[in-house]
């Protein structure tokens, strides 16, 4: 879709209402269908906030400070393996 075109937004919801997971680092909410709405924190960052559900055609626009998003782990940070 064009940054012009209009979604068809079934709600909006708050981000403190969805759930974080993260080792998955996504943020998820119900969905009517019974699956789930589904958002990754980098594209939070990147200043998207429409989540999807994989499920069916439906779509939220998340409310947030980017701000206030958990930061993403470095990815130029080194790991630490244990030998």
């Known amino acids: 879709m064009s940054d012009t075109e ?4 079934y709600d909006e919801v708050e981000i403190e209402d969805m759930t974080y ?3 998955l680092q996504t943020y998820s909410y119900p969905c009517p269908c019974g699956d789930k709405f589904e958002i990754a924190l980098v594209d939070l960052q990147d200043g998207q906030d429409i989540a999807v559900c994989p499920s069916c055609s439906l779509m939220v626009r998340v409310i947030f400070e980017v701000d206030n998003l958990p930061k993403a782990p470095d990815a130029a940070a080194p ?3 244990s030998a």
Do not use: L, T
């Open 6 to 9: 209009e979604y068809s937004i």
């Open 79 to 81: 790991i630490a393996v």
């Open 21 to 23: 997971d993260a080792a």
